[in-house]
Antibody
């Protein structure tokens, strides 16, 4: 069974750094993309970016490039989303998801983590 | 601002058929594949449709997807109260190598 397990909720102050994790199991971690999706309170889903753990190829939504860093450590089947200096507006639920890219050249998220609530408040 | 446009809400009664639209442009939907996700409050999204019209294993055939030109549609037949949820379309743009979601549609089953 494919599973993505995310790190627990976190509360930080503005300006602090943070790294949240997403550990995959039940499949070959290096052969699927891992994507990160933001959901602000009461709002819709936002596509942040993806990483391919096999070679660490990373792609960002231009809206998030420079604001976060997405990475992966294939040796421990874990993907990361990190901030160097949090803002109050980063408060949201963050989901990781497994990205399947078919022969057609598309990419969709077929399995999701449970979500990590990040609260940034002074 | 979402790259894809969905109606904020739709409603229907149990047993009916409902459709949710997803409008884009020639640069996104027109040249790429659409996927659809269902999200219940407080839970993670779930994949319903990929590659415009394909259902993953385990998804009821009451859910179907289609695409025409620069728009895509999710149809749900035999509506049940348990279908009340938010529904999102999504696109992967292979040329820009990035993706995006629609703004989401809240389905109410009256």
């Amino acid at each position: 069974e494919v599973q993505l397990v995310q790190s627990g909720a976190d509360v930080r102050k503005p300006g602090e750094s943070l790294r949240i994790t997403c550990q995959g199991s039940g499949y070959t971690f290096t052969t699927y993309w891992i994507g990160w999706v933001r959901q602000m309170p009461g709002k819709g889903l936002e596509w942040m970016g993806i990483v391919y753990p096999g070679d660490s190829d990373t792609r960002y939504n231009p809206s998030f490039e420079g604001q976060v860093t997405i990475s992966a450590d294939k040796s421990i089947a874990t993907a990361y989303l990190q901030w160097s200096s949090l803002k109050a507006s980063d408060s949201a639920i963050y989901f990781c998801a497994r990205g399947d890219s078919g022969a057609r050249g598309d990419l969709y998220f077929d399995s999701w983590g449970q979500g990590t609530l990040v609260t940034v408040s002074s | 601002q979402s790259v894809l446009t969905q109606p904020p809400s739709v409603s229907a009664t149990p047993g009916q058929r409902v459709t949710i639209s997803c409008s884009g442009s020639s640069s996104n939907i027109g040249n790429n594949y659409v996927s659809w996700y269902q999200q219940f409050p407080g839970t993670a999204p779930k994949l319903l449709i990929y590659a415009n019209d394909k259902r993953p294993s385990g998804i009821s055939d009451r859910f179907s997807g289609s695409k025409s030109g620069t728009s895509a549609t999710l149809a749900i037949t035999g509506l049940q109260t348990g279908d009340e949820a938010d529904y999102y379309c999504a696109i992967w743009d292979g040329s820009l190598i990035t993706g995006g979601f629609g703004g989401g549609t809240k389905l109410t089953v009256l």
